[in-house]
């Protein structure tokens, strides 16, 4: 059975930092693409970060030079490191895993907010 756990979503004031986790389990990790994606309410869901199996990423330009996303194929984990946060950045952020087929996380809920 394949399971995504996210983890380390909460609340943040403007300019702070969060880490999120994602635990995976049932797939072979280390062969697959990793993503976090973020859905804000009335929007649709859209790719914020991802790392191919060669430790490749790449994000989207109103992250870049703030958000990190690495791997860990050993522990079977990715993160996603966000400093700097902003409102907009207020969002369930999911992780993705993908290989022909996908798998998604339950989503973890990030809120910046003063």
């Known amino acids: 059975q394949v399971q995504l756990v996210e983890s380390g979503g909460g609340l943040v004031q403007p300019g702070g930092s969060l880490t999120l986790s994602c635990a995976a389990a049932g797939i072979a990790f280390s062969i697959y693409g990793l993503g976090w994606f973020r859905q804000a309410p009335g929007k649709q869901r859209e790719l914020v970060a991802a790392i191919n199996p060669t430790g490749a990423a790449n994000y989207i330009d109103s992250v870049k030079g703030r958000f990190t996303i690495s791997r860990d194929n050993a522990k079977k984990m990715v993160y996603l490191r966000m400093n700097s946060l902003k409102l907009e950045d207020t969002a369930v952020y999911y992780c993705?895993?993908?290989?022909?087929?996908?798998?998604w996380g339950q989503g973890t809920q990030v809120t910046v907010s003063s």
């Open positions: 993705h895993a993908f290989r022909g087929e996908e798998y």
